[in-house]
T-cell receptor
């Protein structure tokens, strides 16, 4: 089944404790992206990747890192999480950037205390 | 920055009625997409309309695009309780690699 998976789905952590949210897609998509969703703000793009080893900042990249060592994986790293990073995070992928449908993962709900 | 803005923010209708949501955007686009999100879950792509298209249909969905007014509408006909969800429009940001979502319309379909 074609899908985007994220792990973990739920995470409670404390300020400053490094964490990684994994994202994997099995559709051989070139483009992958991370979003965060907050009430009243809709979805905002954090980082995106056009292909392996090619990443770039979205609208809200501060406090986040990403890597794209393999085509199928695009982990989101929070080196030192803070409470303002409490949010619902979505990974998405598409065959190519721009004019293609994006397929979304189920989301990761993160609470930073 | 938000490229797309949906209107209304919330909509409550009776099952069987039609639901219309609007999206306005600011800059020129190559295409516009509509997505649905059930509460707290991932977004699901509904339809993509290109800038040279004026109307597109998919099942009970009808999307229109007016590039002169920089606006799009999503019509759901004969609504069902299962259509209860948030609906988002999305357009490219300042590059085709960025997808910018509006803040969404919350649709409630009452049985």
């Amino acid at each position: 089944e074609a899908q985007v998976t994220q792990n973990p789905r739920y995470l409670i952590t404390v300020t400053g404790k490094k964490l990684t949210v994994t994202c994997s897609q099995n559709m051989n998509h070139e483009y992958m992206s991370w979003y965060r969703q907050d009430p009243g703000l809709g979805l905002r793009q954090i980082y995106y990747s056009m292909n392996v080893e090619v990443t770039d900042k979205g609208d809200v990249p501060e406090g986040y890192k990403v890597s794209r060592k393999e085509k199928r994986n695009f982990p989101l790293i929070l080196e030192s999480p803070s409470p303002n990073q409490t949010s619902l995070y979505f990974c998405a992928s598409s065959l190519i950037a721009g004019e293609e449908t994006q397929y979304f993962g189920p989301g990761t709900r993160l609470l930073v205390l | 920055s938000q490229q797309g803005e949906e209107d209304p923010q919330a909509l409550s209708i009776q099952e069987g009625e039609n639901a219309t949501m609007n999206c306005s955007y600011k800059t020129s686009i190559n295409n516009l997409q509509w997505y649905r999100q059930n509460s707290g879950r991932g977004l699901v792509h509904l339809i993509l309309i290109r800038s040279n298209e004026r109307e597109k249909h998919s099942g009970r969905l009808r999307v229109t695009l007016d590039t002169s007014k920089k606006s799009s509408s999503l019509l759901i006909t004969a609504s069902r309780a299962a259509d209860t969800a948030s609906y988002f429009c999305a357009t490219e940001g300042d590059s085709s690699y960025k997808l910018i979502f509006g803040s969404g319309t919350r649709l409630l379909v009452r049985p």
